[in-house]
T-cell receptor, first 112, second 112 residues
Framework: GENVEQHPSTLSVQEGDSAVIKCTYSDSASNYFPWYKQELGKRPQLIIDIRSNVGEKKDQRIAVTLNKTAKHFSLHITETQPEDSAVYFCAASINNNNDMRFGAGTRLTVKP | DTGVSQDPRHKITKRGQNVTFRCDPISEHNRLYWYRQTLGQGPEFLTYFQNEAQLEKSRLLSDRFSAERPKGSFSTLEIQRTEQGDSAMYLC??????????FGPGTRLTVL
């Protein structure tokens, strides 16, 4: 089955700096890659996703890149703000959205 | 209907007891998913429904776990003969086809 690995497990940046979180996946058939943000005690919320037919997607300060050959994808947050502090999860699935496999999460701390 | 709801939010039970959780998806969503999340980990896929049909089950889902979605709307997850290792947050999510999964607030289960 699919295996998703996520790095780093913790990340601390200064406000205004960029943050990058990387994930790798094992199954080349995976074709849907969402990123979720989970604040303490709250539900995971989708922040951006990418499908295998594109290599990059951007939404304001957030961007995701996908390298299908290397089987890895990354989340980039620019101009970080303290409210970006949360746990971020990457995920991968085959057949778009079914049987989603999540990474272990990255705890991002943005210091003011 | 403002989102996915789950009931109860918290459940404390003694080992060996049965528990049942309920999930109400966003009304027009045809897909419903169950996940389990333990501290410091990403959600682990358990099972998913398309309308009333249970289409996929994880190998994590032992015989003590059963899920239903009898009318294609709300779903229940039952755990029989609970064990301490079942203690976790149980998350439900729903989606409209292959689009974004929206998560509920979760049911936190503690098995004493």
């Amino acid at each position: 089955g699919e295996n998703v690995e996520q790095h780093p497990s913790t990340l601390s940046v200064q406000e205004g700096d960029s943050a990058v979180i990387k994930c790798t996946y094992s199954d080349s058939a995976s074709n849907y890659f969402p990123w979720y943000k989970q604040e303490l005690g709250k539900r995971p919320q989708l922040i951006i996703d990418i499908r295998s037919n594109v290599g990059e997607k951007k939404d304001q300060r957030i961007a995701v890149t996908l390298n299908k050959t290397a089987k890895h994808f990354s989340l980039h947050i620019t101009e970080t703000q303290p409210e970006d502090s949360a746990v971020y999860f990457c995920a991968a699935s085959i057949n778009n959205n079914n049987d989603m496999r999540f990474g272990a999460g990255t705890r991002l701390t943005v210091k003011p | 209907d403002t989102g996915v709801s789950q009931d109860p939010r918290h459940k404390i039970t003694k080992r060996g007891q049965n528990v049942t959780f309920r999930c109400d998806p966003i009304s027009e969503h045809n897909r419903l998913y169950w996940y389990r999340q333990t501290l410091g980990q990403g959600p682990e896929f358990l099972t998913y429904f398309q309308n009333e049909a249970q289409l996929e089950k994880s190998r994590l889902l032992s015989d003590r776990f059963s899920a239903e979605r009898p009318k294609g709307s709300f779903s229940t997850l039952e755990i029989q003969r609970t064990e301490q290792g079942d203690s976790a947050m149980y998350l439900c999510a729903s989606s409209l086809g292959q689009h974004e999964q929206f998560f509920g607030p979760g049911t936190r289960l503690t098995v004493l």
